[in-house]
């Protein structure tokens, strides 16, 4: 019987990894993350730089959100893990790369790596294709969202050990949730160890977007709507800390988007900063 290629991840993946790799064949150093596995891993084709969402000028502040959200989340791990933290949970990982970049950190922890059936097939059978394997402490966790499947209980399944302390992420989900799926992810969350911290992202509402962005931001809602994936929800920023409070976390905080402006690309000559528009959540337990 003829092997069936995993059927590929979705165009949002897919485009998320493609701009990690434009900023370093594009940008001038200092790069704020390097990441070509991505690339390596969706296997465009030669001519992936042509394709109009890869359009270097048109683009800037969306890749450059990309790669410092990516930045900070990865630093956020390697201080959790020197407070002796173990575990690391992705949600809706798509083409995270971190295990494959960062083996010298990922490996101190249990990686967990959460995502549809589908894209954990795919991702399982191109890490295995390109050499980098499946290390015992990654565990790629499929989970049918669409079907009701519980993504806390598929972890426990993985081996995740909720009496212990975890970092879990989430970036680039929430637009796409209803308001009460992400209180209920808030609530599972929040029921953790002691000492577990969540880092989320959300799409603030246009009106709190800067002016020069909002063409970009109504751009990026008309291809999402196209796409067959619509934004869905936006948040104020007060509006999430009290989800996070009312869900049952210690502490909550909120990072502007604008934050990581200043501390990644402050001294930069070419003007390169993220687009405004999209900010975290921090919370602990």
């Known amino acids: 019987m003829a092997y069936e290629q995993p059927e590929a991840p979705d165009n949002t993946a897919v485009r998320t990894a493609l701009w990690r790799a434009l900023h370093l064949r594009v940008d001038p150093p200092p790069h704020v993350i390097e990441d070509e596995i991505g690339l390596q891993l969706a296997a465009p084709g030669e001519d992936w730089r042509d394709r109009p969402d890869m359009d270097p000028q048109a683009t800037r502040g969306f890749r450059a959100a990309i790669v410092a959200r990516a930045r900070f989340i990865e630093e956020l791990v390697a201080e959790q893990a020197d407070r002796g933290v173990t575990q690391y949970v992705i949600l ?4 995270d790369t971190f295990a494959q970049r960062r083996p010298e950190l990922a490996s101190r922890l249990r990686v967990f790596e959460v995502d549809q059936p589908g894209t954990q ?29 519980s ?15 975890a970092v879990v992420v989430s970036t680039g989900v929430t637009m796409y949730l209803t308001k009460d799926a992400t209180a ?15 880092a989320m992202t959300f799409l603030l509402p246009t009106a709190l977007v800067d002016d020069a962005d909002r063409p970009g931001l109504r751009a990026s809602k008309d291809g999402a709507q196209a796409s ?25 905080r909120h990072v ?30």
């Open 92 to 95: 809706g990982a798509g083409l």
């Open 121 to 149: 097939a795919w991702k399982r059978h191109r890490l295995v294709r390109l050499g980098y394997g499946i290390p015992d402490w990654l565990h790629l966790v499929p989970v049918d969202f669409e079907g009701g499947a």
């Open 228 to 252: 067959g994936t619509p934004f869905i929800s936006f948040y104020t920023p007060q509006e999430t800390l009290a989800l996070a409070r009312e869900a049952g976390f210690r502490d909550v």
């Open 151 to 165: 993504w806390s209980e598929q972890l426990s399944v993985a081996g995740f050990d909720p009496g212990r302390p």
């Open 256 to 285: 502007p988007g604008t934050s990581l402006t200043e501390r990644y690309f402050a001294d930069r000559a070419d003007g390169l900063r993220p687009s405004s528009g999209e900010d975290f959540l921090l919370a602990s337990t």
């Open 184 to 198: 209920a992810a808030l609530r599972r969350i929040a029921g953790l160890a002691a000492g577990s911290t969540l």
